[in-house]
């Protein structure tokens, strides 16, 4: 096995999913302490301390208390090089999510166990489920009341139409709640309130058909009710298929208590078991192999003024092949030229280390001067490939934002300029009007809030904003036409991008199908890709 063999073989890069406040992000920072990455975890705002949460770097995540960006971060865990893309769960900032998703191998899915599947989970399976990722389910907050599990399993599978595996069976919840049993390894693993998840916990082996032992343990009358479940478990659950988790067919399912740090080594060492190292990607109908000695990546993220002092701008790349040399130069497919990536570096949420090297599963963030755009490719002049490109989502909500201060125009222009090639913001104008004022367009609205914050604290604009009716917006595909002599409704508008294509917003669908028969030969397309 050769060394590039070696530490592709064992990198493991998977991205979190939830429901906001389902414990995603206290989720990462256990991962986190275990792989020695950081000391303590943080907690968001209002919680026990007056920590945040590691993996949330911008201030206006810390004072709301929710995740709004996706954090990279790479730790070393029990000989595995771990990369965790950890995202926002409010569905606002969904299509960042959707994005992050591309770049990762496999996912963790993380449900409240006492709600279950909510909107914003059933929206990011079905993402998943489209790409075949395998996914592994960890039911939380055992600790307190909950859900029947079988109920939750139960709605898992009808949900989502995959199996399921419990890896693991909680033996009560909420005040009752005495440990986890370990179907594969037939022991228990005792919960107490008391350890606050600062100790590690040793399992107690007990074969189930050892009474005493179970009485001691757990009492009469949860071992009755646990014997009964595993019973059931055992002759009526899907059998445990490594295939079928790899294709995405069967999620295993864990329980614990991500905050008392319950169950989470139990299920980080068989996630790290039964997930893939790096998997191929297609160019065209070209599989690209991850042990490819070329060096591949996309671009799927990017984030200005990650660092205040700097005010700069990142580009996040996956690799997808081979192996990364700082200095080395490289062909950026959509420029069509060579391009060198400046200053590479990993992550851990906003702190940065500048590497030499890094392998295909590994996620680097290098300098971007305004070069390139999400879904970009950059490869090994000698084998050029080109990746598929990355979801976009059409704008629901519009809203009219200008400067209030008019010598601030360019800071204003730059700023709206940058954020919107992030991608979580797309920025129109009405025909033969300048930068003063802009349209924007949001898949949540949230992201106005962010976008207001943003102006105000890194490019010290304050703004006006308007929201507008609409929420339908289509390209429109005839060339050479004659916007102004179209007929339309008096709540339709004309905007452009910056790019001079013509698009019209529209307050309803009816709206839509009336342009279209009130204007023959008029060819509308779907803003989105997918």
């Known amino acids: 096995m050769t060394e590039l063999q070696r530490e592709i073989g064992r990198r493991r890069t998977f991205a979190i999913i939830s429901h906001p406040d389902a414990g995603k992000t206290t989720l990462t920072e256990k991962f986190l302490l275990y792989g020695g990455a950081i000391q303590t975890a943080g907690s968001v705002k209002g919680k026990a301390t007056a920590k945040h949460a590691v993996s949330d770097w911008m201030d206006l995540e810390k004072q709301r208390g929710i995740s709004i960006t996706s954090s990279v971060m790479q730790f070393e865990y029990d000989g595995y090089c771990i990369n965790i893309l950890d995202t ?23 449900i409240d166990a006492a709600k279950g599947i909510e909107a914003q989970t059933r929206k990011l399976f079905k993402v998943c489920a489209r790409r075949h990722i395998p996914i592994f389910t960890f039911i939380n907050k055992l600790d307190r009341e909950a859900r029947d599990p079988f109920e939750l399993l139960d709605e898992l599978e009808k949900e989502f139409g995959i199996g399921t595996y419990p890896v693991n069976w909680p033996i009560g919840c909420g005040v009752e709640f005495k440990g986890v049993f370990d179907r594969d390894k037939r022991e228990i693993l005792s919960f107490s309130d008391m350890h606050k998840g600062m100790n590690k916990i040793k399992p107690t082996p007990c074969d189930i058909t050892d009474i005493e032992k179970m009485d001691e343990l757990i009492g009469p009358y ?76 996309f671009a799927f993220k990017i984030q200005a003024n990650m660092n205040k002092n700097h005010r ?43 590497i030499n090297e890094a392998y295909a599963g590994d996620i680097i963030g290098v300098f971007d001067p305004g070069i390139y755009s999400i879904g970009d490719t950059v490869c090994s002049a000698k084998k050029k490939v080109q990746f598929e490109g990355i979801p976009t989502f059409a704008p629901e909500h519009f809203s009219m934002i200008e400067q209030k201060d008019s010598l601030k125009r360019k800071q204003f222009v730059k700023g709206v300029e940058q954020i919107a090639q992030e991608g979580a913001i797309q ?5 033969n009007t300048g930068m003063e004022r802009v349209i924007v367009g949001v898949v949540g609205v949230l992201q106005f809030e962010v976008l207001e914050y943003r102006l105000k604290n890194e490019y010290n604009v304050d703004v006006i904003r308007n929201d507008l009716p609409y929420s339908y ?31 019209l917003i529209f307050t309803s669908e009816w709206n839509i199908n009336w342009a279209l028969e009130k204007n023959e030969g008029l060819i509308l397309e779907d803003f989105s890709k997918d």
Request: glycine share 6%; aromatic share 12%; net charge negative.
């Open 312 to 354: 700069d701008r990142i580009t996040f790349f996956r690799i997808c092949s081979g192996k990364f040399e700082r200095g080395a130069d490289y062909f950026h497919v959509q420029a069509g030229k060579p391009v060198r990536l400046s200053q590479p570096q990993q992550m851990m949420a906003e702190e940065r280390q500048i």
């Open 427 to 431: 920025i129109f104008h009405e025909p």
């Open 473 to 503: 917006i289509r390209w429109i595909k005839n060339k050479g036409i004659d916007v102004k002599k179209l007929n339309l409704t008096s709540d339709t508008k004309w905007v452009q991008d910056f790019k001079g294509n013509n698009i």
């Open 88 to 110: 926002p769960g409010h569905q606002d900032f969904s299509e960042d999510t959707y994005r992050t998703l591309m770049a990762a191998d496999s996912v963790v899915m993380v």
């Open 222 to 297: 949860q071992r009755a009710e646990l014997v009964d479940q595993i019973e059931l478990l055992d002759g009526a659950s899907y059998e445990f298929d490594l295939e079928k988790v790899r294709c995405g067919e069967l999620s295993p399912v864990f329980f614990g208590s991500a905050l008392m740090n319950f169950g989470i080594e139990v299920f980080l060492e068989n996630f790290l078991k039964m997930t893939t190292s790096p998997l191929p990607r297609m160019s065209g109908d070209q599989e690209v192999s991850p042990f490819d000695e070329e060096f591949s990546a």
